[in-house]
């Protein structure tokens, strides 16, 4: 019963990491014209990789060095620019949900957002709440990764070329802030 009072604060939680317009939600929304399972794929990789950061979050906390967020940088800004010129080009996403769901882990593992997230909100919310909290977290993010594909699925294929644009344009212009901010590290 203790722990079900953190449930919706851990849903709440799972939305700020899952929700806010990024590469993830831009590879995601263009996964998900093909289909929503597609889409949901992509996500379940990505919470994937919110799991993998949990674990590596709740052990060591405050102890990654600068230059492993610095390598991070830089690959996350080029995979991501990698990704965005393969969504306009329509050859890169993968035939099979499997597929998909390793895009997803890989864009996740590589991502500076969902690093630095984990590294700020996500060490705030394990020194300050207990553990109950976890699964209400997890559990926002999984309403997102199977609504949000099925929303722009159903809507999508009125305006899949902007849907793909617009993923185009919002993978692009977090590659280049994440290779601008890596940059700025090392100088």
């Given at each position: 019963m203790y722990g079900l009072i953190y449930l919706p604060i851990g849903v709440a939680l799972?939305?700020?990491i899952a929700a806010p317009p990024g590469p993830m939600n831009a590879l995601i929304a263009n996964s998900s014209l093909k289909s929503p399972v597609h889409g949901t794929?992509?996500?379940a990789g990505a919470m994937s990789a919110d799991l993998i950061f949990f674990v590596i979050t709740f052990f060591i906390r405050n102890f990654i060095p600068k230059f492993v967020l610095e390598v991070l940088y830089f690959?996350?800004?080029i995979y991501m620019?990698?990704?965005?010129?393969s969504v306009m080009s329509s050859k890169f996403m993968p035939a099979s949900r499997k597929g998909n769901y390793f895009v997803g882990l890989s864009l996740g593992l590589t991502n500076p957002y969902q690093i630095l997230w984990w590294l700020t909100v996500g060490v705030f919310v394990l020194t300050q709440f207990?553990?109950?909290i976890v699964p209400g977290l997890f559990?926002?993010?999984l309403i997102w990764i199977?609504?949000?594909?099925?929303l722009i699925n159903y809507l999508g294929y009125k305006y899949s070329k902007y849907v793909r644009m617009s993923s185009f344009v919002v993978i692009v212009l977090f590659g280049l802030f994440i290779l601008y901010e890596g940059l700025a590290m090392i100088i």
């Open positions: 799972g939305l700020s794929s992509v996500g690959v996350g800004g620019l990698f990704i965005a010129f207990p553990l109950f559990l926002g993010i199977v609504s949000f594909p099925r």
